[in-house]
């Protein structure tokens, strides 16, 4: 049985930092693709960002490139999504979501093709 919790969201200034967790339990993080995507109120569900543990190689989108990074932690059960210099326009529900196949990337855009998801967790940016 997976299971994917995020945690770490909150609410912040814009400028400020969080540093969102998903501990994956179920599924070896040896090998696998985690996810992070978000919605906010009335926008479309987006992908944010993602690592292919494998190779270590990662996607992020391009409004948060060089203020979001992934990473997995060495124990390989947790994957962190640190954000850096949020802006309102971060303010969202962000999900994880992880799977046993690398993940997919089409015209720019992370495929949300993951099997498996947390329950979100809010980030809010004023």
């Known amino acids: 049985h997976v299971q994917l919790v995020e945690s770490g969201g909150g609410s912040v200034q814009a400028g400020g930092s969080l540093r969102l967790s998903c501990v994956v339990s179920g599924l070896s993080l040896g090998s696998a693709s985690v996810g992070w995507f978000r919605q906010g109120v009335g926008k479309e569900r987006e992908g944010v960002a993602a690592?292919?543990?494998?190779?270590?190689?990662?996607y992020l989108t391009d409004s948060v490139m060089g203020r979001f990074t992934i990473a997995r932690d060495n124990d390989k059960t947790t994957v962190f999504l640190q954000m850096n210099n949020l802006k309102p326009e971060d303010t969202a529900r962000y999900y994880c979501a992880a799977g046993p196949d690398p993940y997919t990337v089409i015209a720019g855009n992370l495929r949300a093709d993951f099997p498996y998801w947390g329950q979100g967790t809010q980030v809010t940016v004023s």
């Open positions: 690592i292919w543990t494998a190779s270590g190689n990662t």
